[in-house]
């Protein structure tokens, strides 16, 4: 790890972390802690290396500390007069942190940034990295040629009482706006991928995407597709599993359930069982049902001549195919009067 320059504020009393700061007093001997309680003498150095005797260091006669290394990896570290009073935060240059000439960033395990007054250090660190602007706060852009991501957020801490450490939040309180951009021009990969891998442990009640709607009344829509610039070609949705396309919608509209892989549904609607023992194709919901209590039974079409459909009444409301020859069966001859 490397030692950082500090402070990047040189002046004491325009950096509290609680009271009114140090005095601006010429010639104060003050001592460097590693930790906001200030038990814990700081290991730092002169800039040439050589040790710093008890951590003490004297305000100079415009008031303001001297130059120093700061511990390995440090940034941040706390002030306070030897003689007693209040503790000051003071934080590592950045320009000892961020090299001009580096390839490679390694950020210090404590370090609050705020946009302001050169290169933006803040005063009072909150957490490892702390970034407060009026404008753009940040812009991470790769433009070389490895094989590795521009940017990653990674959570690697795990246990009971961590179930809302997610890796990435991003709240917005901006009414006018989607909360997060995902754009790309991928040829043979998902814009967006989410990838669910199973933990040793039950994972029954997890999601691969959770959508929740908040707030009572709301219109928001859970799923919206939109192609606003003209027909598509590919599916709109599609959910395969086992080796077959449990439910597609095509670009034209029309719907597979059951469907084989990359089949394209015969008709608006193709409800394909998922084998020759599965008669059942769906159950009619309360009021849709045919009136009396035995069923109904239809010859329909079929690409190999007819078949059956046999619809249940009011105690059932099943629709199963009893006989058809071929691959599939046309319901447009299934006709009934509902219940009432």
Same mark, same amino acid.
């Given at each position: 790890m490397a030692r950082y320059t500090f402070p990047q504020n040189r002046l004491l009393a325009a950096a509290p972390t609680g009271g009114t700061g140090l005095a601006a007093t010429n010639g104060l001997l003050v001592r460097v802690y590693s930790d906001s309680a200030a038990t814990m003498l700081a290991d730092i150095q002169t800039l040439v290396g050589g040790a710093i005797p008890n951590s003490e260091l004297t305000v100079d006669s415009t008031s303001q500390l001297p130059l120093f290394l700061g511990?390995?990896?440090v940034g941040t570290l706390y002030v306070r007069a030897v003689a007693g009073g209040p503790i000051s935060t003071i934080n590592a240059r950045l320009d000892s942190i961020l090299p001009l000439a580096s390839d490679r960033l390694t950020m210090p395990?404590?370090?609050?940034?705020?946009?302001?007054?050169?290169?933006?250090? +803040?005063?009072? @660190?909150?957490?490892? $990295? &702390?970034?407060?602007?009026?404008?753009q706060a940040g812009f991470v852009q790769s433009t070389g040629t490895q094989n590795n991501h521009a940017l990653t957020a990674y959570q690697s801490g795990n246990g009971a009482g961590l179930d809302n450490a997610v890796a990435a939040n991003f709240p917005s309180d901006n009414e006018y706006?989607?909360?997060?951009?995902?754009?790309?021009v991928q040829q043979q990969r998902a814009t967006l991928k989410i990838t669910h891998t199973k933990p040793a442990?039950?994972?029954?009640?997890?999601?691969?995407?959770?959508i929740e709607l908040k707030g009572a009344g709301t219109a928001c829509q859970g799923i919206d597709v939109n192609a606003p610039d003209g027909a598509t070609t590919g599916n709109l949705l599609r959910l395969r599993n086992n080796g077959r396309d449990d439910f597609v919608v095509k670009g034209t509209g029309r719907v597979g359930i059951g469907v084989a892989? +990359?089949?394209? @549904?015969?008709?608006? $609607? &193709?409800?394909?069982?998922?084998?020759?023992s599965t008669k059942g194709l769906f159950t009619l919901p309360a009021g849709y049902r045919p009136t009396g209590n035995g069923h109904l039974s239809f010859a329909c079409a079929a690409n190999g001549g007819y078949g059956q459909i046999t619809v249940g009444a009011v105690a059932t409301g099943n629709v199963r195919v009893d006989n058809m020859a071929g691959t599939w069966i046309a319901l447009d001859d299934v006709r009934f009067r509902a219940e009432q």
């Open positions: 511990p390995d990896g395990s404590s370090l609050s940034l705020r946009v302001g007054d050169k290169l933006g250090v +803040g005063l009072v @660190p909150t957490r490892p $990295l &702390d970034v407060l602007a009026a404008g706006a989607s909360s997060v951009y995902v754009s790309g442990v039950d994972d029954s009640a997890v999601n691969a995407l959770g892989t +990359g089949a394209t @549904p015969f008709g608006l $609607l &193709d409800l394909r069982p998922y084998d020759a």
